[in-house]
């Protein structure tokens, strides 16, 4: 994983590799971590970069359902709001019972579907703005593929920035050298912990 995106030959591609690239920097930021450090918060947030790894695999689940969905609705969730909200909270946090190889997975397979959408889905159609979730727009009837795609994009982004500054909290790790890291240990051959 170089420290840019490769270049890119047109919208679709760019979309997928800038994807990709953003999905591979958790990979890169959470390299070498015990449970326990993935689970520790020791910056001035409670975020963890497990948690991070968990909460970016969740709320790609949630938006590609919607990409997957258009232009209808994804199937409601049949589940009473405080039990939603519940699992809403806990997205963010990596609890005792998980480990990180186990985030890693379900990450991992996430980013696949989610890369699988972004090569085969229509770009312009629309994905119904739900409204009644509280922090979704009333006034905006639909966002197209194309904005969803790059809206996770920038989510992925914005919590690799987050996961960067807890990883360095924790140990002293900055995100070139666990690129070369990662890099460096995927070239000898060595299986990732999440593929076991």
Do not use: C
């Not at 993935?38 to 590609?64: E, F, I, Y």
């Not at 969803?148 to 989510?155: A, D, F, S, Y």
């Not at 982004?157 to 990662?182: F, K, N, S």
């Amino acid at each position: 994983m170089p420290a840019l995106a490769p270049p890119v030959t047109d919208e679709r591609n760019a979309l997928r590799e800038f994807m990709a690239f953003h999905q591979s920097a958790y990979f890169a930021v959470s390299y070498g971590l015990t449970d326990e450090q993935a689970r520790s918060t020791p910056s001035a947030s409670a975020l963890s970069v497990g948690g991070l790894v968990k909460h970016a695999t969740a709320m790609q689940r949630n938006w590609m359902a919607r990409v997957a969905a258009a232009p209808e609705l994804p199937p409601k969730d049949p589940r009473p709001f405080d039990q939603i909200a519940k699992e809403f909270g806990d997205q963010h946090v990596m609890r005792p019972d998980e480990t990180l190889a186990g985030l890693l997975k379900a990450f991992e397979a996430q980013n696949a579907e989610t890369l699988r959408l972004v090569e085969t889905a229509d770009l312009d159609a629309a994905v119904p703005v739900p409204q009644d979730i509280p922090w979704f727009p009333k006034n905006q009837k639909a966002w197209s593929v194309r904005w969803v795609i790059l809206h996770v994009i920038n989510e992925l982004a914005r919590h690799a920035g987050h996961a960067d500054i807890v990883r360095e909290t924790v140990d002293g790790a900055t995100m070139y050298e666990l690129i070369a890291a990662l890099e460096n240990w995927q070239i000898e051959g060595w299986v990732q912990p999440w593929k076991k």
